[in-house]
Antibody, heavy 119, light 107 residues
């Protein structure tokens, strides 16, 4: 069974940092592109970042570019999102999602981890 | 970046109704359009991929259609468990972009 389990969220002050993790199981993690998607309270879904299976290609949303870093450890089946210089508008549930190829789609999602940025 | 315009933003419907939600892209997606259902406090669930392919395990009352820039999600006969928010997602190019969502409420 495919499982994605996020962790690492919490309450952090503006300007602070967090590292989110997504533990994958039930599939060959190293074969899949992975994504982070966030959802602010009461708002819609926002794509944040994407990393290819070998980490060779990485993309970021303009809203977080320069502050967030996506990376992965295929040996440990882990996806990460390092988030720095946090702002109140980064408050959201952060989901990791697996992306299949041909056709490209986000087929499995984790349950999400909440990040709250507040003083 | 590709902009996704989803409509309506909300609708009220009754059990048994036929429901249609649309997404329009700012450029052609070559069919790389996906539909998700999200219930409160839960992760999104894939319903339709590649514009019209039904994800395994999804009831056949859900269907997708469209090509180019205009796409539609149809629920043929709304069931109580279908009251939720629906999103489209384009996976044609980076950055990936979602529609704004459509909340389906009880009439």
């Amino acid at each position: 069974e495919v499982q994605l389990v996020e962790s690492g969220g919490g309450l952090v002050r503006p300007g602070g940092s967090l590292r989110l993790s997504c533990a994958a199981s039930g599939f060959t993690f190293a074969n899949y592109r992975m994504n982070w998607v966030r959802q602010a309270p009461g708002k819609g879904l926002e794509w944040v970042s994407s990393i290819s299976s070998s980490s060779s290609t990485i993309y970021y949303a303009d809203s977080i570019k320069g502050r967030f870093t996506i990376f992965r450890d295929n040996a440990k089946n882990l996806l990460y999102l390092q988030i720095n210089s946090l702002r109140p508008e980064d408050t959201a549930v952060y989901y990791c999602a697996r992306e299949t190829e041909r056709p490209w789609t986000f087929d499995f999602w984790g349950q999400g981890t909440m990040v709250t940025v507040s003083s | 970046d590709i902009q996704m315009t989803q409509s309506p933003s909300s609708l009220s419907a009754s059990v048994g109704d036929r429901v249609t939600i649309t997404c329009r892209a700012s450029q052609s997606l070559s069919g790389y359009l996906n539909w998700y259902q999200q219930k409160t406090g839960k992760a999104p669930k894939l319903l339709i991929y590649a514009a019209s392919s039904l994800q395994s395990g999804v009831p056949t009352r859900f269907s997708g259609s469209g090509s180019g820039t205009d796409f539609t999600l149809t629920i043929s006969s709304l069931q109580p468990e279908d009251f939720a928010t629906y999103y489209c997602l384009q996976t044609y190019s980076m950055p990936r972009t979602f529609g704004q969502g459509t909340r389906v409420e009880v009439k």
